[in-house]
């Protein structure tokens, strides 16, 4: 039988209309081999604008509207709403999901992270590419998730599409996962890989902004912000260790030069930034690793994660950090797991 998942979505930039891509592109596939669908009911943003229609919204129409810049120029349609709000969305309770896809802000996790709270509430299960809510308010939105019977997945948050934490909650789960060891920013891991073929840093962090790997400002991966939220998330979901970025040792490479990047290569080494997760805490910091390591192969914008584990001892994960597509796939996953769930 066909399972319809009706969903909210808070952001609509890179990755939520890489996620509306795929649903639009893989529609027959996915209810031929998944019994799947999935409408996209109501989109939130803070720059285009909101769109709200219980029986759906046209996808090829709201992408459109979306490269316009702005959703005015999506077509009516019997039902359309233009001007409700995201509280007022979610309160209708249409939806079965709330897809959180908005920009993450690492300090307060808002507005994002009350919309969470007010999904769960009313009775909306969560997939999230925000690393946000789940890096600072782990320990809550999963208590609640599962005082409502609701689920919170994020796969995204961390790799993008590439699975770590399905990895190691299913995959491994006969496993104790003793630490988690990675490369978990595309940005830093592109610069250091640049560097090493003789650029500068400032020549590497010009080139990965152009490329658009980097933002205008770069602080949030170079001094290794993003990847400590990527810890924390980690920490609480592997070892069910609540942790605030205050608990962190967090550094990122911005210090490191031309000349530190020769000596470790004349020392058989490689700079990577390294991020660190264990029951007893985490932390982000630039080091020397031997080509020997699986991390010290991973180069340009890629992400790797090395999970320590009991019975198999190193298991090594590399795979696309980032992209509107690789992210959008996480986003399915989760959504597929939730669907075959109930």
Not at 16 to 23: D, H, N, R, V
Not at 65 to 91: C, H, N, T, V
Not at 149 to 159: F, G, I, K
């Amino acid at each position: 039988m066909e399972k319809n998942m009706r969903l909210i979505l808070i952001g609509f930039g890179v990755v939520g209309q890489g996620f509306a891509e795929i649903l639009r592109d893989k529609a027959a596939q996915l209810t031929q081999e998944q019994g799947f669908s999935a409408q996209i009911i109501g989109v939130v943003t803070a720059s285009k604008g909101t769109l709200y229609r219980p029986e759906g919204l046209d996808i090829d129409a709201l992408l459109g509207a979306a490269e316009s810049g702005s959703f005015a120029s999506y077509p009516e349609q019997k039902g359309l709403k233009r001007d409700l709000s995201a509280d007022a969305m979610i309160e209708g309770r249409a939806a079965d999901a709330l897809v959180e896809v908005s920009p993450t802000d690492l300090d307060t996790a808002e507005p994002a992270l009350s919309f969470c709270h007010l999904a769960l509430e009313n009775g909306m299960h969560l997939v999230l590419a925000n690393k946000g809510p789940v890096a600072l308010d782990y320990a809550s939105l999963n208590a609640k998730a599962t005082e409502y019977n609701l689920q919170m997945r994020y796969e995204a948050t961390v790799m993008a599409g590439t699975p770590v934490i399905s990895l190691a909650g299913d995959a491994l789960a006969g496993c104790e996962i003793r630490s988690a060891r990675g490369i978990l920013n595309g940005t830093t891991n592109y610069i250091l890989t640049q560097m090493e073929g003789g650029m500068s840093y400032s020549e590497a962090l010009a080139q990965a902004q152009a490329l658009g790997f980097a933002e205008s400002d770069p602080s949030g991966d170079v001094e290794g912000w993003d990847a400590a939220a990527k810890v924390l998330i980690l920490c609480q979901s592997l070892f069910g260790r609540p942790m605030r970025m205050d608990d962190l040792d967090v550094s990122g490479i911005s210090a490191i030069d031309s000349a530190d990047i020769a000596e470790a290569q004349s020392a058989g080494e490689r700079y990577k930034l390294i991020a660190q997760a264990a029951p007893d805490g985490g932390e982000v910091r630039a080091r020397r690793i031997p080509l020997s390591d699986p991390l010290a192969s991973v180069g340009g914008a890629t992400n790797a994660i090395t999970l320590e584990t009991d019975l198999l001892g190193a298991v090594t994960l590399i795979g696309a950090g980032a992209g509107k597509l690789a992210t959008g796939s996480a986003i399915l996953t989760d959504l597929l797991a939730i669907s075959s769930s109930q």
